[in-house]
Nanobody, 125 residues
Framework: QVQLVESGGGLVHAGGSLRLSCAAS????????MGWFRQAPGKEREFVTA????????YYADSVKGRFTISRDNGKNTVYLQMNSMKPEDTAVYYC??????????????????WGQGTQVTVSS
């Protein structure tokens, strides 16, 4: 089973940037799509972005399109989330997750298997 550890969360002012990392253990990382989700207080967890195993295809929620960028380094078993022009509504716990397949088949939680423990991101106004 893949284990995922997120890092890079913290407090940032509106308009600022953060870069999250998700380090994965296990030999299946390079053959699995990866995704980022987030959960704000009192809200359900929602899809943010996903990337195929090769990195050739990426998908974004409308709320982050143009501001966030997902990338991966299969040599380091790590997926990244670069967040720019951040807004207070980006405040949430951010989770990375492995997809069941090499391609991104959907943006539901059920389309992803192993999950990290999450990292808190807070954007002040």
């Amino acid at each position: 089973q893949v284990q995922l550890v997120e890092s890079g969360g913290g407090l940032v002012h509106a308009g600022g940037s953060l870069r999250l990392s998700c380090a994965a253990s296990g030999r299946t990382f390079s053959s699995s799509a990866m995704g980022w989700f987030r959960q704000a207080p009192g809200k359900e967890r929602e899809f943010v972005t996903a990337i195929s195993a090769s990195g050739g295809n990426t998908y974004y929620a409308d709320s982050v399109k143009g501001r966030f960028t997902i990338s991966r380094d299969n040599g380091k078993n790590t997926v990244y989330l670069q967040m720019n022009s951040m807004k207070p509504e980006d405040t949430a716990v951010y989770y990375c997750a492995t997809g069941w397949f090499a391609v991104v088949v959907g943006t539901r939680e059920a389309d992803f298997g192993s999950w990290g423990q999450g990292t808190q991101v807070t954007v002040s106004s």
